[in-house]
């Protein structure tokens, strides 16, 4: 039969077949260069874990998801997260919708 393929020349074969995908980020700037948001929303998580050791309370945990979450959908709205927080505090936390 047919010889296997190794992991490098499978992801040139993918390379050279999705070529256009993988290079429209450098035509179109709008374009991010990874399409990881889910990766990049937890990495926060993890980094906090592996500073502090881990969590003291699960409220404490999901009163930092909240925040996280809140800052991070203000970013994808391109509101900065600091005005965010700050409007938030002020009572207009819905500011990351308009």
Not at 4 to 25: E, P, Q
Not at 60 to 87: C, D, P, V, W
């Amino acid at each position: 039969g047919r010889k296997k393929k190794t992991k490098v020349l499978n992801l040139i074969d993918r390379l050279v077949n999705y070529k256009a995908s993988v290079c429209l980020f450098i035509k179109n700037l709008c374009v991010p260069f990874d399409n990881n948001l889910a990766e990049r929303d937890l990495r926060m998580i993890k980094v906090k874990t592996k500073v502090s050791g881990c969590f003291r309370s699960e409220e404490g945990a999901q009163e930092y998801l909240t925040i996280m979450s809140y800052i991070g959908t203000a970013h994808k709205h391109g509101i900065n997260a600091f005005t965010a927080i700050r409007e938030a505090l002020l009572g207009n936390s819905d500011i990351i919708f308009n």
